[in-house]
């Protein structure tokens, strides 16, 4: 056939676009079914590859993609820092991708494939259930590594993070310990997935010590959290608050004393981030500190095992964290 593109082989084998690149340029990369059977439809469609194009991606940079959502997050720029401190060290080319959970999944995910990158750090946090499973068909299908960076999802996909549950479950028993006998969990209205781990072990140390658990959902939007909190004040009785974001930790404690309260006299507060928004706040904010730089070095450093097709023992790592104790508490 004429003028045969790769786009005329990837559609007649019906796969993507990196994985006919592949089977070209690193075909040990490929498994032996799809490779043959790729190898076939190039020689029936008699495609011939552009002889530059060729030289020029044997020679290519090894490239990552990061998915990611919300960029503006104190957390997340941490974990780029640490991704990007290491992928230097080893020359790699970063490409960053963004998706939200209101876009066309398959859509980004074809972007990212076709992008050709040879590893895949995902940072997105936001997606529900079935979009992560859909997800994660996409780059198994298309034999691209990944790492989950600060995301929990699944027993076989490799990750790096804390264990939320774990650190949660602490930082809850000490206020108990403390004496205090209201204590909310305050989380947002949309279901993030480490969220759910923090509510998880938040919900067993309070049964544990046969008290209810109190969960308040809001926004991560200052001023609707504002509102949010002047209501919930009025309304509730409470002693003790952990909120899953410091953002979201100090806003409530700025309306707190607003409305006469003191902290932490009144009420203690804790953060489950540990980022700058812990000692700009006034009181200084309790926090658990969760290690987001090392989460993004040690996310890269896995990776490229994967990518070097090197053994790794463990695929799921869990960073150790502390409570770091300030005046909010």
Do not use: W
């Not at 495609?47 to 990611?68: C, D, E, F, H, W």
């Not at 979201?248 to 409305?259: K, L, P, Q």
């Not at 309790?286 to 290690?291: G, L, N, Q, R």
């Not at 790794?312 to 960073?319: A, E």
């Amino acid at each position: 056939m004429a003028n045969t593109t790769i786009y005329d082989v990837a559609g007649a084998a019906k796969v993507s676009l990196a994985t006919v690149s592949r089977v070209m340029n690193n075909p040990e990369k490929v498994n032996p079914e799809t490779r043959e059977k790729v190898l076939q439809v190039i020689k029936e469609l008699g495609y011939r590859p552009n002889a530059i194009a060729r030289g020029l991606a044997s020679r290519k940079t090894t490239t990552v993609g990061i998915v990611m959502s919300d960029v503006s997050r104190a957390s997340t720029s941490q974990l780029l820092g640490g991704i990007i401190d290491i992928a230097k060290r080893y020359n790699y080319a970063i490409k960053i991708f963004s998706m939200t959970e209101t876009e066309d999944i398959k859509e980004t995910m074809r972007a990212v494939v076709a992008e050709q990158v040879d590893g895949i750090l995902f940072l997105n946090d936001e997606l529900g259930q079935n979009q992560m499973e859909m997800v994660m068909n996409y780059i198994q299908d298309a034999q691209i590594p990944v790492v989950l960076c600060n995301v929990l999802y699944g027993e076989d996909i490799p990750c790096v993070s804390i264990d939320y549950e774990q650190a949660t479950y602490d930082v809850t028993k000490e206020l108990i310990n403390m004496g205090r006998k209201n204590i909310y969990l305050i989380s947002t209205v949309r279901r993030y997935s480490v969220n759910n781990h923090k509510v998880k072990g938040y919900s067993m140390a309070m049964e544990e010590a046969g008290m209810e658990p109190l969960i308040f959902r809001t926004s991560g939007d200052v001023m609707v959290n504002k509102l949010h909190f002047n209501e919930f004040l009025k309304n509730h009785k409470v002693d003790g608050v952990i909120a899953v974001r410091d953002s979201i930790a100090v806003s409530f404690m700025n309306e707190a004393i607003n409305n006469g309260f003191s902290i932490p006299k009144d009420i203690s507060v804790v953060g489950l981030q540990n980022t700058k928004y812990a000692i700009l706040s006034r009181p200084n904010l309790t926090c658990v500190d969760t290690p987001v730089y090392d989460i993004g070095a040690v996310s890269m450093r896995l990776l490229t095992k994967y990518m070097k097709h090197e053994k790794v023992t463990d695929n799921k790592i869990f960073l150790p964290y502390q409570i770091v104790e300030r005046e909010s508490k």
